[in-house]
T-cell receptor, first 109, second 116 residues
C-alpha cells in the first residue's frame, strides 16, 4: 500500500508569518510530487510541483524535496487569510497520483 | 473548453439506483483520472485512461463501478445499485501528459453524490 502521510492540523499561523506544511511518502519509486490547495467545497487546485531534490520557489511558495528522507514540504511566506484552506500533498511514480489526507491551514488576521 | 467540466454538480440517488457521472476534460488532454473524495479525506484514486484505453482500474471499489472513455475525450463513471457508502464527491482530472504519473493534473469541480 503506497501511502502519503500529512498532519491533519489545523495549523494556525498569524497573518504575515511563514506556514510550513510537511508530507512523507512510502514509495521510494515516486518520481513526481505535487501540492494542491483545496478550499472548502471546492476541487483541488494545483499550486506547486517538484521533481528533483532541493528547493523550488514560485512567488510566496517554496516546495522542498528530499528523496533520501522521503519527505516533501511546502513553505508559504507572508501568509494571508486567503491562504486558509486544506493543502493536499500528492505523489506519483509508476502509479497515478496518491494523495495524503491534507493539512488544514488557518491564517489568523 | 477552458477547464475540466463535470456534470451533474450534485446528484441524489435512492439506494439501489444506477447513476452516471460525466467528465469533459480539457481539450487535447491525453490522460484522464477519476477520484473519489469522502468528507475530510484526500482524493482516492479510482481509474485512469490514456486516450480511450483504460490502463488502470485498480482503485474501483467494486464491480458496481464502471468507467469508459470511448472516443478518448468525454468520460463517464457509472455506479450500479448505489449504496450509502458510495456517497462522496467524485472528481475528474485531466493532464496533457500521457504518463500515469499525472503530471500537472487539473481537476473539475466534482460531482457530489448523496445516496439516501
Amino acid at each position: 500500500q503506497k501511502e502519503v502521510e500529512q498532519n491533519s492540523g489545523p495549523l494556525s499561523v498569524p497573518e504575515g508569518a511563514i506556514a510550513s506544511l510537511n508530507c512523507t511518502y512510502s514509495d521510494r519509486g515516486s518520481q513526481s510530487f505535487f501540492w494542491y490547495r483545496q478550499y472548502s467545497g471546492k476541487s483541488p487546485e494545483l499550486i506547486m510541483f517538484i521533481y528533483s531534490n532541493g528547493d523550488k520557489e514560485d512567488g510566496r511558495f517554496t516546495a522542498q524535496l528530499n528523496k533520501a528522507s522521503q519527505y516533501v514540504s511546502l513553505l508559504i511566506r507572508d501568509s494571508q487569510p486567503s491562504d486558509s484552506a486544506t493543502y493536499l500533498c500528492a505523489v506519483a511514480g509508476n502509479t497515478p497520483l496518491v494523495f495524503g489526507k491534507g493539512t488544514r491551514l488557518s491564517v489568523i488576521a | 473548453g477552458a477547464g475540466v467540466s463535470q456534470s451533474p454538480r450534485y446528484k441524489v440517488a435512492k439506494r439501489g439506483q444506477d447513476v452516471a457521472l460525466r467528465c469533459d476534460p480539457i481539450s487535447g488532454h491525453v490522460s484522464l483520472f477519476w477520484y473519489q473524495q469522502a468528507l475530510g479525506q484526500g482524493p482516492e484514486f479510482l481509474t485512469y485512461f490514456q486516450n480511450e484505453a483504460q490502463l488502470d482500474k485498480s482503485g474501483l471499489p467494486s464491480d458496481r463501478f464502471f468507467a469508459e472513455r470511448p472516443e478518448g475525450s468525454v468520460s463517464t463513471l457509472k455506479i450500479q445499485r448505489t449504496q450509502q457508502e458510495d456517497s462522496a464527491v467524485y472528481l475528474c482530472a485531466s493532464s496533457v501528459n500521457p504518463s500515469r504519473a499525472g503530471t500537472e493534473a487539473f481537476f473539475g469541480q466534482g460531482t457530489r453524490l448523496t445516496v439516501v
